[in-house]
DNA sequence: TTGACATGGTTTCATTTGTAACTAATTTAA
DNA sequence: TTAAATTAGTTACAAATGAAACCATGTCAA
């Protein structure tokens, strides 16, 4: 009898498909290639930039840590998007007359244009990937995430 | 009257703390971290390092394209992996006599203890992650991402 | 055979990301 | 009023990741 291939009641618990940060991964993985294709093939942005973007939106301006509070990103993160969307002429920064370590940063011109052509599309890919899912489903959906997420919080 | 503060019906309909993507990369990332926090502060391991093992566990000798096959990895990160992992002393590689391309992969025996010692501590989290939800929110949860992930394969 | 193609895997290079240290401006408290 | 601590943001360095080029071996077809 060949007991090499015989799993032990312990190491069975352990299946990598199965388990679940393994699922997430997957998953995680398959939405944002969906959503950076739109943006990178089109603007060359990176996800940073992409999301300094949207959170300034053609009307909003921010100082760099407000965007770090709405965006979920490091400061260095932000700082690195800013950079490289000024580059691009996306956005414009004025230092702050009040406090001059602060700037207050909008979208140029070109910038709210860059916006205005993604987001109708990114929405579009928003809805494609929630396609099949009733509206009930995809707010079970959005529940569930929220609340695993509260747990992997609670764990730090 | 301010303008300026006014969102027009077309920029209203993009909210970045609503938008699905988002909302995926955060919950995301809260339960890669979560997860990571073990394998990487016990053992130094990187996630690729982490998954090849998971992969492999105590009974498995696989190739190196085989664990590309079972980790959604690609080859080069399962190859750093393999280096990784030899470097550690947690695996060996045997040439394939027959294919002298093929190498054949196994934990050894101080690579099986560190997958017996991780096992039960990353199921632990995995069960945390998941609290409060009943076994049937589990299975929606997972059969929603299934479902998410597959619109975004089709996208591709 | 032997030349073309396929396969298994590694290396190289460029980009991204995270951590920590840093500068500059502002506030606080002695 | 001035030294210490805070805050805003940047820079520097190191680790991680992805894409493409690259070997080495093996297969297949003329």
């Known amino acids: 009898m ?15 498909p199965r388990f679940f940060p393994y699922l997430v991964r997957v998953y995680y993985r398959a939405v944002s290639e969906s959503v950076s294709a739109v943006y990178a093939s089109l603007y060359n942005l990176t996800v940073s930039e992409w999301r300094t973007m949207a959170v300034l939106g053609p009307y909003c301006a921010l100082s760099a840590s407000e965007i770090v509070e709405r965006s979920s990103m490091d400061k260095v993160n932000v700082s ?24 207050v940063l909008r979208l140029t011109e070109s910038g709210i ?18 396609e099949g899912l009733s509206e009930k ?17 609670r764990l730090k």
């Open 2 to 16: 060949n007991t090499e291939n015989l799993k032990s009641d312990t190491d069975a618990e352990f299946d990598l």
């Open 137 to 153: 489903e995809r707010q079970t959906l959005i529940y569930l995430m929220e609340k695993v997420q509260q747990n992997a919080e």
């Open 80 to 103: 690195r998007a800013i950079k490289g969307l000024r580059n691009a002429g996306f956005l414009k920064r004025d230092i702050d007359g009040d406090d001059r370590r602060r700037a």
């Open 113 to 130: 244009d860059v916006f205005h052509s993604l987001t109708p599309k990114v929405s579009e890919v928003e809805q494609q990937l929630l």
